[in-house]
């Protein structure tokens, strides 16, 4: 008995030991010896830090390297796409780059930098919906009271966005244009005004981030009517897809892929996408996003490129429809 005991500790024992090897080895030959950068668009606190402070502690501990995320915000998101298209080609520094700069900002003005040319795709990172939500003041509670409400008051339902040519902004103008109805746009410089506004009733509705109106929609300040996304919320099992809501088709998610400049070396490239695929695929990750509404998508490159080109596609046609301006 003692005998057999010993030989199953052992081998418990050498099992260990080779996956730490395994981890060691893995870390000794990523190929950059230097602290890595995880440039973040958008300030600290929002839902894009939360998910790239989570993939970066991961991250770490896989390739034994130090990895910093950085805040670099500013025009919605571009300014940090422009530092990256034109920062470090070493692989030591990639984006957690957003639909807004990558697919929607080139229908809108003119950038200092080209998506396409000047940013590599790495690997999808995570993709969520917006949930339409609306105060207890207007008295609407379901989708439909709120399209009924819009059809017999063309131009007196407002809803706020996160600034103009956001994805709150174009989810608003994408269900305008499919329910022929009028809602008034209301941009703000981000979701934080723009929930202060509508909790405080000067502005009806507002294409929010689930994890951003989680806490109001559960104190029962803001009713959920509708999400944005091709599936149910798992977090909202009871409010409906905008698309199941009598308009087949509708999709507007938010979401944000890992890119790098594109004159970062291909092999290195590739290897970035082994690792955040990685990341991305591990269980303590993938619960922690889904607790902040986001769902990891990790894929291939190729996958990541196919994808924005749709997107911008998508999004540039609604776009030239609807007259959308950056003002």
Known sequence: MRQRTTSALIATL???????????????DFPIKKPITLLVGFAAGGATDTAARVIAKKLSENIGQTVVVENKGGAGGNIA????ASGPTDGSLILFGSVGPLTIAPHLMK????????????TMGVNFPNVLVVGVDTKIKTFA???AF?????????????GAGSASHLAGEMLNQMADIDTVHIPYKGGAPALQDLLGGRVAAYYSTY???????????LIPLASTGAQRLASLPKVPTIAESGYPGFAATNWYAFVASSKVPQPLLDRWNVELVKVLKSPDVVA?????GLTPQPGTRDELARYMASETITWGKLIRERKITAQ
């Open 145 to 147: 009271e709120f399209v």
């Open 14 to 28: 050498a099992l260990g030991l080779s996956g730490l090897t395994a981890l060691s080895a893995s870390a000794q």
């Open 150 to 162: 819009a059809k017999k008051n063309p131009g007196k339902l407002d809803f706020a966005s996160t």
């Open 81 to 84: 796409h422009q530092y990256t």
């Open 288 to 292: 922690t996003l889904n607790k902040h």
């Open 211 to 221: 994890a951003t109106a989680q806490p109001h929609i559960d104190s029962g300040k």
């Open 111 to 122: 950038l200092p930098y080209d998506p396409v040319k000047d940013l590599a795709p790495i």
